[in-house]
């Protein structure tokens, strides 16, 4: 499981595009999303460089930890 912090994720909408966003890429992901944390926690297949770009090509850049 990979943990991410997503800054730009404010609302019900954001969460929504953050989950497409992954589910493009692996539609068997496993999504956990803190939307008050802005954290989301992955399980997927795909390793985390390319769900790092679906989410920054999607908007929603993961915050460098």
């Known amino acids: 499981m990979m ?6 994720m404010t609302c019900g909408h954001c969460e929504s595009r ?4 992954i ?3 692996d539609p068997s992901a496993h999504v956990e999303v803190s939307l ?5 926690r992955i399980g997927s297949e795909q ?3 390319k769900i790092v770009a ?3 090509e ?8």
């Open 23 to 25: 589910a493009a890429l």
């Open 54 to 56: 679906a989410l920054a």
């Open 3 to 8: 943990n991410l912090t997503i800054p730009a």
């Open 58 to 65: 999607a908007g929603y850049p993961p915050a460098l930890e």
């Open 18 to 21: 953050v989950r497409q966003a």
């Open 36 to 40: 008050s944390d802005k954290r989301v």
């Open 47 to 49: 390793p985390q460089h």
